[in-house]
T-cell receptor, first 116, second 112 residues
Framework: DTEVTQTPKHLVMGMTNKKSLKCEQHMGHRAMYWYKQKAKKPPELMFV???????INESVPSRFSPECPNSSLLNLHLHALQPEDSALYLC???????????????FGEGSWLTVV | QQPVQSPQAVILREGEDAVINCSSS?????VHWYRQKHGEAPVFLMILLKGGEQKGHEKISASFNEKKQQSSLYLTASQLSYSGTYFC?????????????FGRGTQLTVWP
C-alpha cells in the first residue's frame, strides 16, 4: 500500500483567506514533502520534513507555512495568497530520511488550489 | 541541478516504440521515472541506482549508463494507456539532503 491522501482535492480561496491543505500517510515513511506544480511544468520542491523536522525550505514565501504535527501528517497553511499561487499542490512521502537518496518518493493525488 | 529531458513531445500510433532521454552534466546518485496523466498526480514507474543498470516494468523499461549521467526510458509496443507526461527526476551524487530535481517532461500521445 503506497497511499498518500490529500484533502481537499479542490480549494478556491480569496486573497485574504486563511486555509490549510492536509496530507496523511500510514506507510511509516519518515520523510514528507510539499511540491507545487503549475500547468505543463514539472513539480517544484517547496519543503521537506525528515523525522518531523523541517530539513529543506526552498526559499518559499512566508505566506506558505508548513507544519508536521506527527510522522503521519503534514499540513500546508495558506494565508494572503496571490492569484499566481494557483497551482496543483502535491504532498509526497518516502521511507528514508535522506530525501530521494535511494528512496522512492510517492505522491498523493494533489490539491488543486485556485486563488481569486 | 535540473536534468535535461528529450524529446519534449512524442506522438505515436499504438504498437510503436519510443525512447525518452534524461541527462545531467553531473554524476548522479539515482534516476527516478514518473508518468503523469492529465489532471492527476505523478505515478512512480521505476528507480535506477547502479551504473549500467537496466530495469523493466511490463513493456516499459529503463537504463542508466555506466557513468551515471544519462538514463533512457523505453516504451515498446505502446498502448493508449501510455499517454501522459513522463518526468525523470535525478539526485546528484554526494547529495546529503536528497533533493530530487525533475526534468521538464516529455509529453507522449498515443493514437489508435
Amino acid at each position: 500500500d503506497t497511499e498518500v491522501t490529500q484533502t481537499p482535492k479542490h480549494l478556491v480561496m480569496g486573497m485574504t483567506n486563511k486555509k490549510s491543505l492536509k496530507c496523511e500517510q500510514h506507510m511509516g515513511h519518515r520523510a514528507m514533502y510539499w511540491y507545487k506544480q503549475k500547468a505543463k511544468k514539472p513539480p517544484e520542491l517547496m519543503f521537506v520534513y525528515s523525522y518531523e523536522k523541517l530539513s529543506i525550505n526552498e526559499s518559499v514565501p512566508s505566506r506558505f507555512s508548513p507544519e508536521c504535527p506527527n510522522s503521519s501528517l503534514l499540513n500546508l497553511h495558506l494565508h494572503a495568497l496571490q492569484p499566481e499561487d494557483s497551482a496543483l499542490y502535491l504532498c509526497a512521502s518516502s521511507q528514508g530520511v535522506q530525501g530521494a537518496v535511494g528512496n522512492t518518493i510517492y505522491f498523493g493525488e494533489g490539491s488543486w488550489l485556485t486563488v481569486v | 541541478q535540473q536534468p535535461v529531458q528529450s524529446p519534449q513531445a512524442v506522438i505515436l500510433r499504438e504498437g510503436e516504440d519510443a525512447v525518452i532521454n534524461c541527462s545531467s552534466s553531473k554524476a548522479l546518485y539515482s534516476v527516478h521515472w514518473y508518468r503523469q496523466k492529465h489532471g492527476e498526480a505523478p505515478v512512480f514507474l521505476m528507480i535506477l541506482l547502479k551504473g549500467g543498470e537496466q530495469k523493466g516494468h511490463e513493456k516499459i523499461s529503463a537504463s542508466f549508463n555506466e557513468k551515471k549521467q544519462q538514463s533512457s526510458l523505453y516504451l515498446t509496443a505502446s498502448q493508449l494507456s501510455y499517454s501522459g507526461t513522463y518526468f525523470c527526476g535525478t539526485v546528484d551524487r554526494g547529495s546529503t539532503l536528497g533533493r530530487l530535481y525533475f526534468g521538464r517532461g516529455t509529453q507522449l500521445t498515443v493514437w489508435p
